[in-house]
């Protein structure tokens, strides 16, 4: 469950947001479009506890992130528009980062989300000499490090191939099946048809998107 009430945000005088509330149940895919610089991404990035807002709470499952930030920790994983591996380091050692055990690593590269995500095939590798598309599927593979309950993706497709962006549309349904909770910023929209709920994002507000006004003509738009 997340409950977001009244979020505010600002750089300097500019207001970002402006008094965003949103909630979610356990297996819901919710979805945010909107035009770059609207406010999305700090939005997000307060929902993962990377940024702190002006004003406002933010609730997983009634635990006061805010006032307690191991409640971040805990409850999301967060994958930003920006590549935030280690390149000088492996793959492997970049997701020992994030999962201490190496027992547990070993079974999620043998049969876990990992594994789904073919990290396997080059685990190996540098992280300099992946390509766009294996880079975020480690990325992915880490916000997922204790398989927290809700997954938060910024742009998760971004310049990646169609391939790619249906291999991550295909690991959010298998997320969303065993009751994950997903909220995703994108213009893709086999991304947005995923979405159980989609609002826009304007002006540092939110507003719903009825199901009819879906698909090509709303992502166009933006």
Same mark, same amino acid.
């Given at each position: 469950?997340?409950?977001?009430?009244?979020?505010?945000?600002?750089?300097?005088?500019?207001?970002?947001?402006?008094?965003?509330?949103?909630?979610?149940?356990?297996?819901?895919?919710?979805?945010?479009?909107?035009?770059n610089g609207c406010g999305k991404s700090t939005f997000l990035s307060i929902m993962a506890g990377v940024l702190k807002p002006a004003?406002?709470?933010v609730y997983y499952y009634g635990k006061?992130?805010?006032?307690?930030?191991?409640?971040?920790?805990?409850?999301?994983?967060?994958?930003?528009?920006?590549?935030?591996l280690i390149p000088e380091l492996s793959v492997y050692d970049n997701l020992r980062l994030w999962y201490p055990d190496r027992t547990e690593l070993k079974k999620e590269l043998q049969e876990g989300f990992l594994q789904l995500l073919g /990290?396997?095939?080059?685990?190996?590798? !540098? =992280?300099?000499? #992946?390509?766009?598309g294996m880079k975020k599927r480690v990325?992915?593979? /880490?916000?997922?490090?204790?398989?927290? !309950? =809700?997954?938060? #993706?910024?742009?998760?497709?971004a310049a990646l191939d169609l391939v790619c962006k249906e291999d991550i549309k295909?690991?959010?349904?298998?997320? #969303?099946?065993?009751k994950g909770t997903v909220v995703i910023t994108t213009h893709e929209e086999s991304e947005l048809s995923l979405c159980d709920r989609l609002y826009v994002m304007k002006d540092g507000r939110l507003f719903?998107?009825?199901?009819?006004?879906?698909?090509?003509?709303?992502?166009a738009k933006f």
């Open positions: 469950m997340i409950e977001i009430n009244n979020l505010t945000a600002a750089y300097g005088k500019k207001q970002v947001l402006k008094g965003i509330s949103l909630e979610s149940e356990r297996g819901e895919c919710i979805g945010i479009v909107g035009p004003s406002g709470s006061d992130a805010l006032k307690n930030p191991i409640v971040f920790q805990k409850m999301t994983g967060y994958v930003p528009q920006e590549n935030p /990290i396997g095939e080059f685990v190996k590798k !540098p =992280v300099r000499k #992946l390509s766009g990325s992915i593979g /880490i916000a997922l490090a204790g398989m927290p !309950p =809700v997954l938060i #993706l910024d742009e998760p497709s295909r690991y959010l349904q298998i997320y #969303l099946e065993k719903p998107v009825n199901r009819e006004l879906r698909g090509t003509a709303l992502t």
